[in-house]
């Protein structure tokens, strides 16, 4: 079951970025973000009030202090890089966070991944070489130097990054409280703690917001299907290995694309969708190889 709650999770995340891209068009990323998080919390609200109230533990507020910059820093170089580049060339970069999760390991923790884990990096890397091919034409590092050139895959390596972390925050704070509740108590801080810098823009003209009906109806969308996103994605790590849930909800990417094609008609989308695959196996054979 944790299986196809975290799968659903992946539907619902990847479902978020269409509607994101074309609400970035006339809204900045700080914005997009802090709508999204403020109108999940309707939602999130419904299975949180229902049942026994929740135990606020010193545990519970303290994981969620040092989680916060890193969840603020995803959300907003998230949508920096859909908004800078297709959702099929930045979204997939998303799966080499196994990769920085095993190097953290190692230098925190001392754990070592093995022939089979290593063969999963080595997939990953063909993956994320491959994502920019064409590139090979002039020189073999040209399809390296076009990730570091490319605003919208530099922000998703580095949101990847920030994944690393924020994935092993979100599963300590769920161990504090049922999955229902934690979902709306960890959105709710981090909205809380973007505030202030939403207004700090706003008041300096620095961010823009698009009004009107059917801006404010995307992000009652966005809302939803953020909320839907997290409700299964916490109850998903309650039952199950956060690094099998993850591998799991990365399943997302190739959800992304398929969007990326179907509603943007975005190009060199079959070689992003092979690339996604081999990334994708590579994300796979690390979490067997962690087993």
């Not at 606020?56 to 998230?78: G, S």
Request: glycine share 6%; net charge positive.
């Amino acid at each position: 079951m944790w299986a196809f709650y975290a799968l659903l999770s992946a539907i619902f995340a990847a479902s978020i970025d269409p509607v994101a891209k074309i609400a970035l068009r006339k809204s900045d990323e700080y914005l997009v973000g802090w709508f999204g998080l403020l109108f999940s919390l309707p939602f999130l609200a419904v299975p949180f009030f229902i049942g026994r109230a929740p135990v606020f533990t010193p545990e519970l507020f303290r994981i969620i202090l040092i989680a916060i910059p890193f969840e603020v820093l995803a959300i907003v170089f998230y949508y920096k890089a859909i908004r800078s580049a297709d959702i099929s060339a930045s979204v997939p970069f998303l799966s080499i966070t196994p990769i920085f999760s095993a190097i953290l390991a190692y230098f925190l923790m001392g754990e070592r991944i093995g022939r089979q884990g290593i063969f999963g990096i080595c997939l990953i890397t063909i993956g994320v070489y491959s994502m920019n091919i064409k590139e090979a034409r002039h020189s073999l590092m040209h399809p390296i130097k076009a990730i570091f050139t490319n605003k919208g895959s530099l922000y998703m390596v580095f949101v990847g990054l920030l994944f690393a972390f924020t994935s092993a925050f979100s599963k300590m704070a769920m161990l504090q409280m049922t999955p229902e509740k934690i979902a709306f108590v960890y959105v709710s801080f981090i909205a809380i703690s973007f505030s202030p810098v939403v207004f700090y823009r706003s008041s300096r003209g620095l961010s823009r917001m698009e009004r009107g009906g059917a801006a404010y109806a995307r992000y009652i969308l966005m809302g939803a299907l953020l909320a839907l996103a997290n409700l299964t994605y916490f109850r998903s790590i309650s039952m199950a290995n956060l690094a099998y849930a993850i591998s799991i909800k990365r399943l997302s990417l190739l959800v992304s694309i398929g969007y990326g094609w179907f509603l943007f008609r975005e190009r060199d989308v079959q070689i992003r969708f092979l690339s996604t695959i081999c990334m994708c196996a590579g994300v796979i054979l690390i979490i067997l190889a962690a087993k």
